[in-house]
């Protein structure tokens, strides 16, 4: 059930970037809310925001003008070190998965876990060995990313950004380096995982094969909200 006050809250959140004395301005005066457990996707063509308007809720871009509060935390009065824990407790994957090459899938979907001074090495391991076991991936945990097909690494990153239980996942176009069928694949498994876990996904996308996924659908042109699309509850 998705309770009654938002995880994520924008008002009046506007953004822009300067080249030289030119003002390009990306997002105009947008006003949402997103819910926990909800499953949003932001859909809209390219350079629409969607991309900059995910990366203001995971607080990698400060916020310009308007308000925007995510998970408790008010990101306009936020301290760097306020940002750092915000940032810990969400989940991000992202279209080109991420992984670091030199380390095997089971050491890429602990490193969320490395500077939390709850776990040892031993409590990640095991934490990031109970994930892959959920992912369909556990007798791959020793192999490198070079050594998966790309599906099989979107599934490593999908672990990776649960295994910290954050309360918000933010998905950046998952499904565009693969094909139909893993594509479909993937979301329809972070589905099931963020179900089980009641975790908010927000996920910007191209791809209209996977919007039956969506409880609600957010549509972005020009940096503007233009229509929301409540899709089931």
């Given at each position: 059930?998705?309770?009654?006050?938002?995880i994520?809250?924008?008002?009046?959140?506007?953004?822009?970037?300067?080249?030289?004395?030119k003002?390009?301005?990306v997002?105009h005066?947008?006003?949402?809310d997103?819910?926990?457990?909800e499953?949003?996707?932001?859909?809209?063509?390219?350079?629409?925001?969607?991309?900059?308007?995910?990366?203001?809720?995971?607080?990698?871009r400060a916020?310009?003008?308007?308000?925007l509060?995510v998970?408790?935390?008010s990101?306009?009065?936020a301290s760097?070190?306020?940002?750092?824990?915000?940032?810990?407790g969400?989940?991000?994957?992202?279209?080109?998965?991420?992984?670091?090459k030199?380390?095997t899938?089971?050491?890429?979907v602990?490193?969320p876990?490395?500077?939390?001074p709850?776990?040892?090495?031993?409590?990640s391991?095991?934490?990031?060995?109970a994930?892959?076991?959920?992912?369909g991936?556990?007798?791959?945990?020793?192999?490198?990313p070079?050594?998966?097909?790309?599906?099989q690494?979107?599934?490593v990153?999908?672990a990776?950004?649960?295994?910290?239980?954050?309360r918000?996942?933010?998905?950046?176009?998952p499904?565009?380096s693969?094909d139909?069928?893993?594509?479909?694949?993937?979301?329809?498994?972070l589905?099931?995982?963020?179900?089980?876990?009641g975790?908010t996904?927000?996920l910007?996308?191209?791809?209209?094969?996977?919007?039956?996924?969506?409880?609600?659908?957010?549509?972005l042109?020009?940096?503007?909200?233009?229509d929301?699309?409540q899709?089931?509850?």
């Amino acid at each position: 059930m998705i309770s009654s006050a938002p995880i994520i809250s924008a008002r009046g959140l506007s953004h822009w970037f300067e080249d030289g004395l030119k003002r390009n301005q990306v997002l105009h005066d947008l006003t949402l809310d997103i819910f926990p457990g909800e499953i949003v996707l932001i859909t809209g063509p390219s350079g629409s925001g969607k991309s900059t308007l995910l990366k203001l809720i995971g607080a990698q871009r400060a916020v310009q003008h308007g308000e925007l509060h995510v998970n408790g935390h008010s990101l306009n009065s936020a301290s760097p070190r306020e940002l750092v824990g915000i940032r810990r407790g969400i989940g991000v994957i992202f279209q080109s998965h991420h992984l670091l090459k030199s380390l095997t899938v089971c050491q890429n979907v602990q490193m969320p876990l490395s500077h939390d001074p709850r776990h040892s090495a031993a409590s990640s391991r095991a934490a990031a060995l109970a994930l892959l076991e959920r992912v369909g991936l556990r007798e791959h945990a020793h192999k490198l990313p070079a050594q998966m097909s790309g599906g099989q690494n979107q599934r490593v990153a999908i672990a990776r950004a649960l295994v910290a239980n954050p309360r918000i996942v933010l998905a950046d176009e998952p499904t565009a380096s693969l094909d139909k069928n893993t594509g479909r694949e993937a979301v329809e498994l972070l589905q099931n995982l963020a179900r089980d876990s009641g975790v908010t996904i927000v996920l910007v996308t191209h791809d209209n094969r996977i919007l039956d996924v969506a409880d609600r659908i957010l549509s972005l042109e020009d940096g503007r909200l233009v229509d929301q699309r409540q899709c089931r509850r």
